[in-house]
């Protein structure tokens, strides 16, 4: 079959961006035919290739991962197993946030909400709700919904707790010690787990830091330096949400 070829060429020659227009081509050509599971099979390596290029700093492909989502929803290869999978909805969400299409965003959480597996069900909608709220910059309405996430997957809890962290720096009009105290609770909270790779705790105890740091210029407590929090930011080597951090700096410039 011609798209299982152009597939295994889209992975095996990633740089080749003609093998990834390709696929998408013949998969709307040949959808019809197509059992789901192949089906889901190469939208997946198309998320894939996607994922990569974003990852690359490639922003246009955030676009494509939203679009290919889009179509996987149209032709209801979203699910396995009955359900949408947790980070399939989350990713869905994600993106469209990011993009800022927030109409299709607050419509994909109602009408998809029930197709998530009642175990994570809750804490799934309350979490792409608080993502959702936190875009549109309600940042009270979002922390009502982070709070609510319970531990249900590495991704959503350590994703829950560093959007309620930046709730927190936008929301605070004065300092806050207990706010400070949920920075530092996640730091620790990162430096005890044990599911977290070595080199994801740098990337999430680097952000943590700068972000308590910039928290405390924000609201002139201690004799902290902008200039510092800038140079220590460029010397780290691995950094969460940097562009987020730059973007706070300017704003305290």
């Known amino acids: 079959m011609c798209c299982l070829y152009t597939a295994l060429c889209v992975a095996r020659a990633p740089e080749e961006v003609k093998y990834f227009e390709q696929l998408k081509r013949q998969l709307e ?7 789901n599971n192949v089906k ?52 869905c969400v994600s993106l469209g946030c990011r993009l800022k299409e927030f109409e299709w965003v607050a419509s994909f959480i109602e009408k998809n909400k029930n197709r998530l597996d009642p175990e994570f069900r809750d804490s799934a909608y309350h979490f792409n709700q608080g993502q959702l709220c936190f875009y549109k910059e ?22 829950a707790r560093v959007l309620l962290m930046k709730s927190h720096y936008e929301l605070d009009s004065d300092y806050s010690e207990r706010s400070e105290q949920i920075f530092r609770s996640f ?17 999430y105890i680097n952000f943590t830091k700068t972000l308590i740091g910039l928290y405390r210029i924000k609201h002139r407590f201690g004799n902290r330096s902008i200039d510092v929090i800038r140079e220590r930011i460029d010397k780290y ?10 973007e706070k700096i300017e704003e305290l410039k």
Request: charged share 25%; proline share 1%.
């Open 29 to 35: 050509e040949m959808n019809d035919i197509l059992s």
């Open 40 to 91: 889901t099979q190469l939208y997946r390596i198309i998320n894939n290739y996607c994922a990569r290029k974003i990852n690359q700093g490639k922003s246009e492909y955030l676009r494509e991962a939203f679009m290919n989502y889009q179509t996987m929803l149209k032709y209801n290869v979203l699910t396995e197993h009955k359900y949408i999978p947790i980070n399939t909805f989350k990713n």
């Open 138 to 159: 309600e940042y009270k309405e979002a922390v009502s919904h982070f709070i609510r996430v319970d531990a249900i997957h590495l991704n959503y809890n350590t994703d």
């Open 187 to 203: 730091m620790k909270y990162i430096r005890q787990s044990k599911m977290h790779k070595a080199q994801h705790k740098k990337l």
């Open 237 to 246: 080597e691995a950094i969460a949400d940097k562009k987020w951090l730059l």
